[in-house]
């Protein structure tokens, strides 16, 4: 797994760079899909080299990506192993020029997430994860291994555009917030130490958390849904995730400071 880590990063680091090249373009080629989420040239531009990639990098390897039609449960619940993509997390702050946006790249291996790379094209940044190999993140070349924050004052991660009541009303606790778009990215803030959770209420896909999963669980953290259950993948015809929360340091009462009902 480890020999295809490398590959991955560098993958998603050419991907950043298509996206990159059409950033702050007026010609953007925003379009919706029939789900109604806005789709760019950016969003299909990294697809495509993600793709091309890892079909030269493992041509074994399935492929499941959110800009690629998702085969039918029937055809693929027997993947033992598939890449689970999104080529640009963050498409809306991509439009809105925030900066706040990621390509997400995961390795599942029997339903369960065990390698992550996610890239912040405009800051230079890669988180990146893989089994029983710690979390880290990646800047100007050097990488240092990343950690949950031990408790201290709560510290949640919000949408730039999020009401703060959308969050605290599920929240029993005193905090504070740090905005950020792409919900990839504030999970790795949670990976990193400089926030302690992110509740995403709303509509996500699997390949909004693949990634995410396994370097917030490597950093010393955890993902469930709303219930404090495990996310599941590639077990359902919906690739459609449930409400979920990303948590820092397992030392906190999460289900005692969370009543997401």
């Keep these: 797994m480890n020999k295809l880590l490398e590959p991955c990063i560098l993958l998603a680091e050419r991907a950043g760079d298509a996206i990159m090249a059409i ?11 029939l ?39 029937a055809d693929r619940q027997h993947w033992q192993r598939y890449w689970l993509l999104d080529p640009m ?7 809105l020029e925030s900066g706040d946006f990621a390509v997400n790249i995961a390795l599942i291996e029997n339903n369960q997430p065990v390698l992550g790379v996610i890239h912040w094209p ?20 050097s ?29 029993n606790a005193q905090f504070t917030t740090v905005a950020l778009g792409s919900c990839s990215l504030k999970a790795c803030i949670v ?7 992110f509740l995403r209420i709303g509509p996500t896909g699997e390949w909004d958390t693949g990634a995410s999963q396994i370097i917030v669980e490597q950093a010393g953290g955890s993902i469930t849904d709303a219930e404090f259950n495990p996310l599941t ?6 690739t459609e995730n ?12 999460w289900q005692k400071m969370i009543n997401p009902h």
């Design 242 to 253: 449930p409400d979920f929360i990303v948590m820092g340091h397992p030392d906190w009462e």
């Design 23 to 33: 950033y702050k373009n007026g010609d953007i080629g925003k379009e919706q899909k």
């Design 191 to 197: 990976a990193e130490g400089k926030a302690d959770c």
């Design 143 to 171: 990488d240092k291994q990343i950690f949950v924050a031990s408790p201290d004052n709560l510290t949640v991660a919000v949408s730039r555009r999020q009401k703060i009541e959308a969050v605290s009303q599920y929240l």
């Design 122 to 141: 405009t800051k230079g940044v890669t988180y990146f994860a893989s089994a029983d190999n710690g979390a880290f993140k990646r800047k100007n070349g």
């Design 89 to 95: 997390d963050g498409t809306g702050e991509f439009i």
């Design 35 to 73: 789900d109604n989420t806005p789709v760019t040239k950016a969003d299909l531009a990294a697809n495509d080299v993600l793709v091309a990639g890892l079909e030269a990098l493992a041509p074994n390897i399935p492929i499941m990506s959110e800009e690629t039609p998702i085969p039918a449960l």
């Design 233 to 238: 993948y590639n077990q359902r015809e919906s």
